[in-house]
């Protein structure tokens, strides 16, 4: 069965593409309400953030509010060219910030949510494979490979602990003595 996430090209065309034509719904129904599109927008960067494949989490809180901006477009109004669009979509910008930080914040944190999620779930994956290995070798322990009667067996070389190595010192440049002439 195919994987049914997004990735972060796809989450950002996903959210872009969504927030795009449900402005445009919203224009064409409703007159363009900010509140509706703001609710929808909370909506779509809730979908994306849960949609958006595991490798490419970082790039939901991204991509968001980029398609927030994209979307924005139909319903920003402005008129007199492109200078009038462009200054309607700023200010439809600044008016609906909230909106904006709040999608923003949902997509944060079900993305970290997920991460979190992520790490414990292949931390429990290693200390099981840990596990299996430590069992593995008390098998082979118990078979009498290499036991001599009487002595200690020995810990697994993964009980060790790890210290890091400490950096070498830089290098120091030769003292020279002047020769006298």
Request: hydrophobic share 40%.
């Amino acid at each position: 069965m195919p994987n049914p996430r997004l990735t972060g090209l796809g989450c950002g065309l996903f959210c872009g593409a969504s927030m795009f034509a449900l402005a445009c719904l919203d224009r064409l129904l409703f007159g363009g309400s900010p509140t509706l599109y703001g609710v929808l927008f909370l909506l779509v960067s809730a979908l994306t953030a849960v949609w958006v494949r595991s490798g490419d989490l970082t790039s939901a809180p991204v991509v968001v509010p980029i398609a927030f901006a994209a979307g924005l477009l139909p319903i920003a109004g402005g008129e007199g060219g492109l200078g009038g669009h462009l200054m309607g979509l700023i200010t439809a910008l600044a008016v609906e910030a909230g909106w904006l930080y709040g999608g923003t914040l949902v997509a944060g944190l079900i993305v970290t949510v997920r991460k979190v999620r992520l790490m414990a779930r292949r931390a429990a994956e290693r200390e099981r494979e840990r596990e299996r290995g430590r069992e593995r070798a008390v098998r082979e322990r118990g078979q009498g490979q290499g036991r001599v009667p009487g002595a200690q067996a020995r810990a697994p070389h993964d009980r060790r602990p790890v210290r890091p190595r400490s950096p070498r010192p830089p290098a120091q440049p030769r003292r020279t003595v002047p020769r006298s002439s």
